[in-house]
Nanobody
Framework: QVQLVESGGGLVEAGASLRLSCATS????????MGWFRQAPGKEREFVATISWSGGTTYYADSVKGRFTISRDNAKNTVYLQMNSLKPEDTAVYYCAATNYQVRTVVMSANNYAYWGQGTQVTVSS
């Protein structure tokens, strides 16, 4: 069992930066591919970024590529999402999640993640 707790959300102006953190419990953190997803009001949950267990492979949604960076510290059992140049359309609840899968097309789907955090709100004002 893996428990995930996100933090770092908040209200910022467009162009600002935020760093989200996701702290996990359990000794097997470094076995999981970790992902960030987001869900805006009235919309489906969408993929943001994912990182392999080693940190060597990352994938991003086109909408955040070049602005967001996912990273992990296996010694601290924590995954991060650095968000720069935030836009109002980035406003959403952000969730971190864990999966045993590694294939690109698989880890980009929320349906393939077994463990989820409770989410943290990010609001970007124009």
């Amino acid at each position: 069992q893996v428990q995930l707790v996100e933090s770092g959300g908040g209200l910022v102006e467009a162009g600002a930066s935020l760093r989200l953190s996701c702290a996990t419990s359990g000794r097997t953190f470094n076995r999981y591919t970790m992902g960030w997803f987001r869900q805006a009001p009235g919309k489906e949950r969408e993929f943001v970024a994912t990182i392999s267990w080693s940190g060597g492979t990352t994938y991003y949604a086109d909408s955040v590529k070049g602005r967001f960076t996912i990273s992990r510290d296996n010694a601290k059992n924590t995954v991060y999402l650095q968000m720069n140049s935030l836009k109002p359309e980035d406003t959403a609840v952000y969730y971190c999640a864990a999966t045993n899968y590694q294939v690109r097309t698989v880890v980009m789907s929320a349906n393939n993640y077994a463990y989820w955090g409770q989410g943290t709100q990010v609001t970007v004002s124009s």
